[in-house]
């Protein structure tokens, strides 16, 4: 027993002392790999916020640009069938006026003879 009391009890490089050097080693270490996941855990965790908000932003930017595009089409589509309504309406106006002569005589006859 007094040998265990001194080998406990000296400050030499007893083999408790020496398991008890590299627990403590050993738990620097791990607190220090701790501090390092925890620092790589936050940079993720910010990168990946401004990744999100960089898409969201893009989502946004694409949107508004898909949503032009397609006011832009329908615009282009508007504009040809106003086109396309007007010539037939210039169309019908010349026919119209081609057969103004002719219907009025029709009316003309039709009073007339009866």
């Known amino acids: 027993i007094k040998m265990h009391q001194e080998t406990i009890s000296s400050e030499s490089n007893s ?29 993720a965790r910010k990168r990946a916020s401004e990744i999100v ?17 397609i006011i832009s089409k329908a615009q282009g589509e508007a504009d040809q069938l106003r086109q396309a309504a007007n010539v037939e309406a210039a169309e019908v106006a010349e026919r119209v006026e081609k057969n103004t002569g002719a219907a009025a005589r029709l009316v003309v006859d039709a009073v007339t003879s009866a």
């Open 15 to 43: 083999p408790l002392q020496l398991i008890r050097e590299k627990e403590l080693e050993i738990s620097g270490r791990l607190l220090a790999a701790k501090r390092q996941a925890d620092e790589i855990i936050s940079d």
């Open 53 to 69: 908000a960089n898409a969201e932003a893009q989502g946004g930017t694409g949107a508004k640009a898909s949503a032009d595009s």
